[in-house]
């Protein structure tokens, strides 16, 4: 009985030790506590945009000015109101003139060149 309990006790010091939740695998194990602490924050940062955006659909806090401002964006659509700056794709630059100064091909090429991008 005294040799098995010896025994018994040999392996509970191996296993605190040496053993997978043992002393020599703590650093390990911090070491992945960090990475899934990151990984958390990162996952939360991710949620509460989506929560974000998600608000921002409340039809009781939609603001008329950002629907109209985006739903122009996406169809390409000006009001007659509307004061257009043309910007050089390449540069980035807004192009000086008026629209009457500039030729009618390197207009071609500036929204051919706009539509590919």
Do not use: C, W
């Not at 053993?19 to 695998?25: A, E, H, V, Y």
């Not at 958390?40 to 940062?45: D, I, K, N, V």
């Not at 629209?99 to 390197?106: H, R, S, T, V, Y």
């Amino acid at each position: 009985m005294t040799v098995a309990l010896l025994g018994f006790q040999g392996y509970l010091a191996y296993s605190a030790i040496s053993g997978q939740f043992g002393i020599d695998n703590r650093g390990q194990i911090l070491a992945d506590i960090d990475v899934l602490k990151a990984r958390s924050a990162a996952l939360q940062a991710e949620i509460d945009a989506f929560r974000h955006r998600s608000t921002l659909m409340d039809s009781r806090k939609l603001d008329p000015d950002i629907v109209t401002e985006r739903a122009r964006a996406l169809l390409n659509m000006a009001n007659a109101n509307d004061i257009i700056v043309m910007v050089d794709p390449v540069s980035g630059k807004p192009l000086s003139g008026k629209f009457d100064e500039l030729a009618k091909d390197q207009l071609n090429a500036i929204i051919s060149a706009d539509s590919i991008l």
